[in-house]
C-alpha cells in the first residue's frame, strides 16, 4: 500500500464517497499524502481540507482534473495548489459544468433510441451535488440491470466511440495548462498514454508551462512507468501518480492508496510550488 495518492475523486464529480469521508478513508488506510482532483470542479476542496484539519493526520493538496479536446480523443489535465477559490477558475468550471449537463441528457435520449430507458432525475439524483458525469449515467443504467459493471456501459454504449456519446464544450489542452498556471496551480498531464502520441503532446505542453506528468498509475506496467519516466527527464519534468480512485466499482478499479507512488514525487511537487501556492494547501 503506497502512502501517497495524488488522484482522487470524490462526489463533487463522479466519485462515490464525499470529500471528508475520503479523507477518513485515506487515514484508515495509512496514507500520509492525498490530492483531491475532481474532474472540472473544486467543489469538494473545502470539505475536504476542513477534514484533513481536524484529523491532523496526513497532507492535503488541493487539486482538480480538467478534460479537455483534442481530435482524437481527450487529454487531462491535473492542477495541483490551484487556487480553489479564482472567480475565474469558477467561471471556467460553471461553463463545463453547464455543458456536462447538456451531454448527459443527450446520452440518455440516445440510449433510449437503443432501446436503454433510464430518467434524467434519477441520473441527477445519482450525481447528487456533484457535478453530472458518465459514470451516473453508468449507475442508473446498472441499478436497471442494462449491464453487469461500470464498465460494459463504458465499452459498449457510453465511451469516446460508444454509439450513446455526445460531445461537450471543452478547452484545448494548452488553453487548460495556462488556465492552471494563471490560478496559481502546477500543471501536470494525467494519465499520458490515454492519449495516442504521448511524447509529442508532452512537448507542446511543456512549452506551454506544464510541469509535470503523471507516471505512476493504475495498470501502468513497470516498462510504462519507465518510460514516462525517462521522458519526464529528457524533458525537465517532474513526476506524479495516484489510483484514479473513484469507488464506484472497487471489485473492478484501482483502490485508493493502490499505485505505489514514492514519496519523492511528493517532494518535488511541493518544492516546484511557490509559498503563494502552498498557502492554499493543508500541509501538516
Known sequence: MS??????????????????????????LGLEV???????????????????????QLQFIPAVEMSTDVPSGEVHVLGYFI????????????????????????MITRLAELGIHISWER??????????????????????????????????????????YVEREKMTPVEVVKLILRNRGIAVMAHPFFVPEPEAMIAELKAAGMAGIEAYYSNYTN????????????????VTGGSDYHGLDESNETLMGGV???MEAVSRLIAHAEPKMLKLAYLK
Open 223 to 238: 516498462e510504462d512507468i519507465g518510460t514516462l519516466i525517462a521522458l519526464a527527464k529528457n524533458h525537465g519534468l517532474i
Open 83 to 106: 487556487d480553489y477559490t479564482s472567480k475565474e477558475l469558477a467561471a471556467a468550471l460553471d461553463r463545463f459544468r453547464y455543458s456536462r449537463e447538456g451531454r448527459a441528457q443527450g
Open 123 to 164: 441520473v441527477r439524483e445519482i450525481a447528487g451535488s456533484g457535478t453530472v458525469a458518465r459514470p451516473h449515467i453508468a449507475q442508473a443504467m446498472l441499478e436497471k440491470g442494462y449491464i453487469s459493471s461500470i464498465k460494459e456501459a463504458f465499452d459498449k454504449y457510453i465511451a469516446r466511440d460508444g454509439p450513446a
Open 34 to 56: 492525498i490530492a483531491l482532483a475532481d474532474h472540472d470542479s473544486v467543489d469538494g476542496i473545502v470539505p475536504a481540507l476542513e477534514e484533513a484539519r481536524r484529523l491532523n
Open 260 to 262: 505505489e507512488v514514492p
Open 3 to 28: 502512502k501517497v495518492d495524488l488522484h482522487i475523486h470524490s462526489t463533487a464529480s463522479d466519485g462515490r464517497y464525499s470529500p471528508q469521508e475520503i479523507v477518513r478513508k485515506a487515514v484508515g
